[in-house]
């Protein structure tokens, strides 16, 4: 069966560019805001997240936060711009796996999934 990613972003362009980029190989589910990727962590099974730490309302740092506190244990990829290197450093000391820095490069955003996914 085919891994399910969830993507979450509140820039729509980032959205499509990704579920473009992964709907070959995943099966890709979107969101564009943290409270959507917490209701859909809630009720479907999701074997990785790429999550937007600049986000209106509910930033990536607090969607993750939140997620852990459910006791929700799903690998996390954190989606940056530059300039956010203490973020990126915070969520690698909660937990995060690796973290990406936009734009990326289909290829390399291929490659860190995949990485991920053979560690288990
Ligand atoms: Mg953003």
């Known amino acids: 069966m ?3 990613i969830l993507v ?4 729509e362009m980032n959205l499509m560019r ?9 099966d890709v589910v979107l969101a564009d805001s943290g409270v959507r990727a917490l209701n859909i962590l809630k009720t479907q099974k999701v074997d990785l997240v790429l999550l937007d730490i600049d986000m209106p309302l509910m ?5 993750f936060e939140r997620m852990k506190g459910f ?5 996390v990829i954190f989606l940056t711009a530059s300039g956010e290197v ?3 450093v915070g969520a690698l000391l909660l ?8 734009p990326y490069r ?3 955003l291929k490659k860190r999934i995949a990485q991920e996914f053979e560690k288990k």
């Open 86 to 88: 203490e973020d990126v």
């Open 2 to 4: 085919q891994k399910r």
């Open 59 to 63: 930033n990536g740092m607090e969607t």
């Open 106 to 108: 289909p290829q390399e």
């Open 71 to 75: 006791g929700l244990d799903v690998p």
């Open 8 to 11: 979450v972003d509140d820039d």
């Open 95 to 102: 937990g995060a796996v690796d973290y990406l820095k936009k």
């Open 18 to 26: 990704t579920q473009i980029i992964l709907g070959e190989d995943y």
